[in-house]
Protein backbone atom coordinates (compact mmCIF):
# COMPACT_ATOMS: atom_id res chain seq x y z
CA UNK A 1 0.00 0.00 0.00
CA UNK A 2 1.73 3.54 -0.82
CA UNK A 3 0.13 7.02 0.51
CA UNK A 4 0.18 10.20 -0.85
CA UNK A 5 -0.54 13.09 0.92
CA UNK A 6 -1.10 16.79 -0.40
CA UNK A 7 -1.97 20.11 1.40
CA UNK A 8 -1.28 21.66 4.42
CA UNK A 9 0.93 25.05 4.37
CA UNK A 10 1.13 28.26 6.35
CA UNK A 11 -1.95 29.80 7.58
CA UNK A 12 -2.63 32.27 10.06
CA UNK A 13 -4.21 31.37 13.41
CA UNK A 14 -8.22 31.07 13.39
CA UNK A 15 -7.94 29.71 9.41
CA UNK A 16 -8.47 26.72 7.32
CA UNK A 17 -6.07 23.77 5.46
CA UNK A 18 -6.89 20.43 4.12
CA UNK A 19 -5.11 17.71 3.75
CA UNK A 20 -5.85 14.41 0.99
CA UNK A 21 -4.14 11.18 1.37
CA UNK A 22 -4.69 9.00 -1.74
CA UNK A 23 -4.21 5.36 -0.80
CA UNK A 24 -3.17 2.88 -3.92
CA UNK A 25 -1.68 -0.43 -4.28
CA UNK A 26 -3.17 -3.64 -2.14
CA UNK A 27 -6.17 -0.89 -0.71
CA UNK A 28 -8.37 -4.21 -0.01
CA UNK A 29 -6.56 -4.76 2.70
CA UNK A 30 -7.09 -1.17 4.39
CA UNK A 31 -9.66 -0.65 7.28
CA UNK A 32 -8.69 2.65 8.82
CA UNK A 33 -7.71 5.21 7.68
CA UNK A 34 -6.25 8.66 9.46
CA UNK A 35 -3.92 11.12 10.36
CA UNK A 36 -0.93 11.75 12.40
CA UNK A 37 0.96 14.51 13.68
CA UNK A 38 4.18 14.70 15.35
CA UNK A 39 5.70 18.60 16.11
CA UNK A 40 9.07 19.58 17.14
CA UNK A 41 10.43 17.77 20.26
CA UNK A 42 7.48 15.96 20.89
CA UNK A 43 6.29 12.11 19.96
CA UNK A 44 3.88 11.44 16.67
CA UNK A 45 0.42 11.60 18.04
CA UNK A 46 -3.20 10.21 16.06
CA UNK A 47 -5.00 13.24 15.10
CA UNK A 48 -7.92 11.18 13.67
CA UNK A 49 -8.69 8.23 12.14
CA UNK A 50 -11.76 7.08 10.59
CA UNK A 51 -12.84 3.44 9.10
CA UNK A 52 -13.93 1.93 6.34
CA UNK A 53 -17.76 2.13 7.67
CA UNK A 54 -17.17 5.75 8.93
CA UNK A 55 -16.66 5.53 12.65
CA UNK A 56 -14.02 8.51 13.65
CA UNK A 57 -11.78 9.01 16.73
CA UNK A 58 -10.52 12.65 17.18
CA UNK A 59 -7.96 13.68 19.80
CA UNK A 60 -9.48 15.76 22.17
CA UNK A 61 -7.35 18.49 21.36
CA UNK A 62 -8.92 18.87 17.57
CA UNK A 63 -12.37 18.04 18.72
CA UNK A 64 -14.95 20.48 17.22
CA UNK A 65 -12.19 22.14 14.44
CA UNK A 66 -11.08 18.99 12.83
CA UNK A 67 -12.75 16.50 10.18
CA UNK A 68 -12.07 13.75 8.94
CA UNK A 69 -13.57 12.02 6.03
CA UNK A 70 -13.42 9.40 3.65
CA UNK A 71 -13.91 8.34 -0.07
CA UNK A 72 -13.86 4.61 -0.07
CA UNK A 73 -14.53 4.88 -3.86
CA UNK A 74 -11.79 7.46 -4.36
CA UNK A 75 -9.71 6.01 -1.70
CA UNK A 76 -8.65 9.05 -0.66
CA UNK A 77 -9.23 10.29 3.06
CA UNK A 78 -9.40 13.82 4.44
CA UNK A 79 -8.78 16.14 7.01
CA UNK A 80 -10.56 19.43 7.21
CA UNK A 81 -8.70 21.11 9.84
CA UNK A 82 -10.80 24.95 11.00
CA UNK A 83 -9.71 27.16 13.76
CA UNK A 84 -6.25 26.63 13.37
CA UNK A 85 -4.07 27.01 16.16
CA UNK A 86 -0.02 27.77 16.53
CA UNK A 87 0.08 24.51 18.66
CA UNK A 88 -1.38 22.62 15.57
CA UNK A 89 1.82 23.15 13.82
CA UNK A 90 3.19 20.23 12.86
CA UNK A 91 4.56 17.30 10.41
CA UNK A 92 1.38 15.70 9.33
CA UNK A 93 1.20 12.17 8.75
CA UNK A 94 -1.47 9.75 6.80
CA UNK A 95 -1.55 6.60 8.09
CA UNK A 96 -3.53 3.37 6.74
CA UNK A 97 -3.87 0.56 8.69
CA UNK A 98 -5.47 -3.25 7.77
CA UNK A 99 -6.11 -3.33 11.21
CA UNK A 100 -5.32 -7.33 11.29
CA UNK A 101 -2.31 -9.10 13.16
CA UNK A 102 0.99 -9.48 11.89
CA UNK A 103 0.32 -6.77 9.05
CA UNK A 104 1.88 -3.59 10.29
CA UNK A 105 0.81 0.14 9.47
CA UNK A 106 1.40 2.24 6.36
CA UNK A 107 2.42 5.89 5.97
CA UNK A 108 2.57 8.35 4.06
CA UNK A 109 5.33 11.05 3.20
CA UNK A 110 4.65 14.12 5.77
CA UNK A 111 3.50 17.37 5.08
CA UNK A 112 4.04 20.43 7.03
CA UNK A 113 1.10 22.27 7.99
CA UNK A 114 1.96 25.48 10.05
CA UNK A 115 0.13 28.07 11.96
CA UNK A 116 1.25 31.60 12.49
CA UNK A 117 0.25 33.78 15.88
Known amino acids: VQLQASGGGLVQAGGSLGLSCVAS????????MGWYRQAPGKQRELVAS???????TYVDSVKGRFTISRDNAKNTVYLQMNSLKPEDTAVYYC????????????WGQGTLVTVSS
Open 95 to 106: NANADILGIPPY
Open 25 to 32: GSIFIINT
Open 50 to 56: ITTSGRT
